[in-house]
């Protein structure tokens, strides 16, 4: 199993571009989740997902937004890029109240 | 408010040492308090978790110990090694949250000085 794959691992945007982090699973997981880690401090939930077709939001989702048609995969998309979304994006997945697996994270700039 | 609060930011010690980080709670709803480690261009790693039926846990050289009537809990890293060096997260979630949310601390850098 790969367990959690995010794609890309890098990327540098304009202000006011958009784009999509991809995230895939292949460990059947029920529950996917997007975090962001701003340099020296923890993770901040993004938006979540219960299963195929739900949606939530976290607790910073303002300029994001997600979809779930699989279970397998949860993209995050980015509308007009602002410096303050500068950070490194987390996808993590989880089948339980137990452990959250994580990705490898996606380092975005916007400049 | 559902925080977590992590200290300290940074710990430095020599190797064999013993660095205890903290972290406090305010919403006792929480019900499973995980610790997670992170390497440096890596995603966050579970490295040991408890719940509030247990004062004390310990795997390896890692030890949780938890404190309910202080809603506080903290790590201790036995015997610690150069490649322990890492930053490391508490976090917390409640059986009440659907979404099996984790409500993250901000985080303490550990350096294990040779």
């Known amino acids: ?111 | 408010q559902q925080q977590v609060k992590q200290s300290p930011q940074s710990l430095i010690v020599q190797k064999g040492g013993i660095p205890i980080i903290n972290c406090a709670y305010e919403n006792t709803a929480f019900d499973y308090f995980p610790w997670y480690q992170q390497f440096p261009g890596k995603g966050p790693a579970l490295l040991i978790a408890i719940r509030p039926d247990v004062s004390e846990k310990k795997e390896g050289r890692f030890t949780i110990s938890f404190n309910k009537s202080a809603k506080q809990f903290s790590l201790h890293i036995m015997d610690s090694q150069p490649g322990d060096s890492a930053t490391y997260f508490c976090a917390a979630s409640s059986f009440r949250n659907a979404g099996n949310m984790l409500t993250f601390g901000g985080g303490t850098r550990l350096m294990v000085k040779p």
């Open chain 1, 1 to 111: 199993n790969a367990g959690v794959t995010q794609t890309p691992k890098f990327r540098i945007l304009k202000i006011g571009q958009s784009m999509t982090l991809q995230c895939t699973q292949d460990m059947n997981h029920n529950y996917m989740y997007w975090y962001r880690q701003d340099p020296g401090m923890g993770l901040k939930l993004i938006y979540y997902s219960v299963g195929a077709g739900i949606t939530d939001k976290g607790e910073v989702p303002n300029g994001y937004n997600v979809s779930r048609s699989t279970t397998e995969d949860f993209p995050l998309r980015l509308e007009l890029a602002a410096p303050s979304q500068t950070s490194v994006y987390f996808c993590a997945s989880s089948n339980n109240r137990a452990e959250q697996y994580f990705g490898p994270g996606t380092r975005l700039t916007v400049t």
